[in-house]
Every structure is written in structure tokens, then in C-alpha cells.
């Protein structure tokens, strides 16, 4: 499994060498396309009162990262879009020398209008870091929503790059086709923790047969393949009818079937998911859903796995003040991670919010409390809390301070630690 040193760049250069090979930069002339670049410098010192997240003889260091920035927008055009940031840094540990490591980081989100109905879409995420808890790495993911399971013992670096182009073909106000393809590499340079790679294709049908009724069809064809666990191939297929009561108010039901099948001596297995939601939105800025189930895994050989599944979302968007409230439960799968550890079980609760105070300054406050049995004989309560006060004296300064303190309870005594941050952070964007 394991690649050339230089293969895990591949991928995210070649999403930067389409930019530059693109239309989005021939259609402008060139005073307004170097005006659209926009560099930044960043500082961040930050104090971290157990850096391997371990039950005991917790280690504690400070850590200066200095990041150079560059971002490249022009969403306004009207055939072509694209948000292009990229910055790369070093990151100093005053302690543990050994562990200073280079962080580039970059996002790509683009799209193109090929013909009047058919557009090309290609989004790119890369990340290097040596982070204990790797974040969610979903387009729309929240921030501090993690992977549920923990890099433990060590500062490991690894390195991630997930890119996703995707057409899409609308032959509707609402109707459309569109099929994605997704590569997900993830290498790690510690030898504990397992490299992978994930090749997706999923074909996606959106259709209103009026303005009331609403059908959604999609698949996904996984091949995945694994340094040392046996190698997969997951089929999902997911279908979905919608009845719109009026512009504010839907109701659907879902019905989602998965069949994992793995290499010997890997335990093939299916999961299926019936369920029935609510969409509402009760005002232009505050809306909700919510959405119920139950669950069956069903695997070749051992015991079923079944439980209740659900989804509630409550989402305010207002000038001053943002906030987003979750709950969520059933089941996730932990694949193409450090850990590998498949079917979980789990339970997550989760909000944040943000308010202006002053047209300067921001502050902002994030907490999640999460549930997740891997087997059957490790169940951890992981809960964490994070906030967050910025302030911008000038137009291109920003200063900011992020507190945070996240803690394990687990069946497993190694994996149970507590962990004090702090972080203050100066940007300079021009």
C-alpha cells in the first residue's frame, strides 16, 4: 500500500495547475485578476497542557506556528466560480524540538458552466498536520466536528488530500443528474497508524414530478484499499420521496441499504435504514429538520448490531448572530482513518454560535458531547467545549483568542485523557 514519498501531493497540485490552465484566468484582463489574489501572514501561540492525549504523565509544550497565506476568489462571474486559499507554515514546538514539522494546507472550490444547463464542479482539500484529532474533512462540515476515534500516543503527522470533481446537469428548476468521483489519500509518516486510499463514484438523481411531489435517487460504488486491514468494496444505494406542503414545510421518507464487503478474513456485512423526516423553516433566517429511523447491521458471521437513528437540525442565520444545534445517532462507519475502526455505534450532540458584538469584534461558543461503541468492548464519552473571541482593529488586522477543553471517558483506560488549550492568533490579510 504504501506509495512513492512524493504520491500524496499529486492530487492537490493538480487541482492548483487546473486554476492556472483554466479559463477562470484567461476570461479577465490581468489588472483585475492579480487584484483578486489576496496574501495573508498569520501567528499562533499556543499552549497545549497534554500534547499525546494520555491518561497519565501528560506532557505539556508550547507551540508557534508562522503561516503564509495566499487566496485567490472570483465567485461573482457569471459562467465560473472559484475560491482558491492555500497557505502553508512551520510549526515550532519550544520543548519537543523533534516534533517541528512544515503545514501546508490548501482548499480548492470551483466550478465552470460548460453549456446554459451543465456545469463541472472540482473541489480539493488538502491538510497537513500532526493534530491528535483529526477534523471532519466534509465540504460542510462544522467547525470543531472530529473523526470519532483518537490518534493516540504520539504527535503523528499525517497528510490528507481529498479532491472531488463532479458535472452536474440540470434539465429542471429543480430537477437535476449529476455523478461524482472522489480519491481520498491519507498517509501517515508513524507506522502505527495505517495508510489508505479511497476511490468513490456516485450518481445522484434529483426529480420533481410537480410542485409538490419530489423524488431523490443516488449510489455510490467504494473501492478502498488499505497498508495492512483487508481491502473493501461498499455498494450504497438511497432513495428518497419528498411531499411539499407548501414553501415552508416538507415531509419525506428515506430508505438506505449498504453492503460492505472486505477481503479475507475481513467480515463482510449489510446495513439497512428506514426512516421518515420533517424540513421547516420558520422564518427567512431560522429553520429546522428532523428526521427518525432504525437501523439494521447485519454481518456473514457474529452478532447484529441495531439501534434507532436520527437527525435534528435547527439552523439561525441573521446579521449579528449564527448558531447551529445537532443531534445525531444510529451509526457511522470510521474507514479511511488512523484507525480504521468500521462499524461504530454512536450518539452526538452538538452546537455553536456566533454573534457580532461590534463591527469589530466577534465572539463564539462551540460545544459537542459524542457516544461511540467500536465492538464490544470499547464505548467512549467524548465531550469537548471550544470558544472563540476575535477582534479586528484595523481593516486587514485580526487578533483572536480560542480557548478549549475536550476529555475522554473510556472503557479502555489507555484511551482516557483531559486536555487544556490555548490559543491567541494575529492575521494579517491584505
Known amino acids: 500500500m504504501k506509495k512513492g514519498k512524493n504520491m500524496e501531493w499529486v492530487l492537490g497540485i493538480i487541482s492548483f495547475l487546473f486554476i492556472l490552465g483554466s479559463p477562470f484566468t484567461g476570461n479577465a484582463d490581468s489588472g483585475d485578476f492579480?487584484?483578486?489574489?489576496?496574501p495573508s501572514i498569520t501567528v499562533i501561540e499556543e499552549y497545549d497542557d497534554n500534547i499525546f492525549l494520555t491518561n497519565k504523565n501528560k506532557e505539556n509544550d508550547f507551540i508557534t506556528t508562522v503561516n503564509a497565506g495566499l487566496r485567490f476568489s472570483a465567485l461573482e462571474?457569471?459562467?465560473?466560480?472559484?475560491?482558491?486559499?492555500?497557505?502553508g507554515g512551520f510549526v515550532y514546538y519550544a520543548k519537543h524540538h523533534g516534533f517541528n514539522y512544515f503545514s501546508p494546507s490548501g482548499t480548492v472550490n470551483a466550478w465552470y458552466a460548460i453549456a446554459q444547463n451543465l456545469t463541472f464542479r472540482v473541489r480539493d482539500n488538502l491538510v497537513r498536520s500532526d493534530s491528535s484529532r483529526e477534523q471532519i474533512y466534509i465540504a460542510d462540515a462544522l467547525p470543531n466536528q472530529f473523526l470519532l476515534p483518537t490518534v493516540r500516543g504520539e504527535r503523528a503527522i499525517y497528510i490528507r488530500n481529498v479532491v472531488e470533481p463532479s458535472v452536474e446537469y440540470r434539465f429542471g428548476k429543480e430537477d437535476l443528474f449529476s455523478v461524482l468521483y472522489r480519491n481520498n489519500i491519507y498517509r501517515n509518516q508513524n507506522i502505527l497508524f495505517e495508510d489508505s486510499q479511497e476511490n468513490t463514484i456516485s450518481p445522484k438523481l434529483i426529480y420533481w414530478f410537480n410542485i409538490r411531489n419530489g423524488v431523490m435517487l443516488d449510489y455510490s460504488l467504494t473501492l478502498g484499499n488499505y497498508e495492512r486491514s483487508?481491502?473493501?468494496?461498499?455498494?450504497?444505494?438511497?432513495?428518497?420521496?419528498?411531499?411539499?406542503?407548501?414553501?415552508?414545510?416538507?415531509?419525506?421518507?428515506?430508505?438506505?441499504?449498504?453492503?460492505?464487503h472486505f477481503k479475507s478474513p475481513g467480515v463482510d456485512y449489510d446495513v439497512h435504514n428506514p426512516s421518515l423526516g420533517i424540513e421547516h423553516k420558520f422564518s427567512p433566517t431560522l429553520s429546522g429538520s428532523a428526521q427518525g429511523g432504525y437501523f439494521w447491521q447485519i454481518p456473514n458471521q457474529g452478532s447484529k448490531m441495531k439501534g434507532l437513528s436520527y437527525n435534528l437540525n435547527l439552523t439561525k442565520s441573521a446579521k449579528r448572530t449564527?448558531?447551529?444545534?445537532?443531534?445525531?445517532?444510529?451509526?457511522?462507519?470510521?474507514?479511511?482513518?488512523?484507525?480504521?475502526?468500521?462499524?461504530?455505534?454512536?450518539?452526538?450532540?452538538?452546537?455553536?454560535?456566533?454573534?457580532?458584538?461590534?463591527?469589530?469584534?466577534?465572539?463564539?461558543?462551540?460545544g459537542s458531547l459524542e457516544r461511540a461503541t467500536h465492538g464490544s468492548d470499547r464505548k467512549d464519552w467524548i465531550w469537548g467545549i471550544w470558544g472563540n473571541a476575535s477582534y479586528a482593529p484595523l481593516r486587514w488586522l485580526t487578533v483572536s483568542l480560542v480557548p478549549s477543553y475536550t476529555e475522554c471517558h473510556s472503557a479502555v483506560d489507555i484511551f482516557n485523557y483531559r486536555d487544556y488549550r490555548g490559543m491567541f492568533k494575529i492575521t494579517a490579510a491584505f
Open 230 to 260: 483487508p481491502d473493501q468494496m461498499t455498494q450504497g444505494a438511497r432513495g428518497r420521496y419528498t411531499y411539499r406542503f407548501n414553501p415552508k414545510t416538507s415531509i419525506f421518507g428515506e430508505y438506505s441499504f449498504e453492503r460492505q
Open 34 to 38: 492579480f487584484s483578486r489574489f489576496h
Open 77 to 87: 462571474e457569471k459562467t465560473y466560480g472559484i475560491d482558491l486559499n492555500f497557505v
Open 322 to 366: 449564527n448558531y447551529t444545534l445537532s443531534f445525531q445517532g444510529g451509526y457511522t462507519e470510521d474507514y479511511f482513518t488512523a484507525q480504521n475502526l468500521g462499524f461504530t455505534k454512536y450518539y452526538r450532540a452538538y452546537g455553536t454560535i456566533n454573534h457580532q458584538m461590534t463591527e469589530k469584534m466577534t465572539v463564539g461558543l462551540t
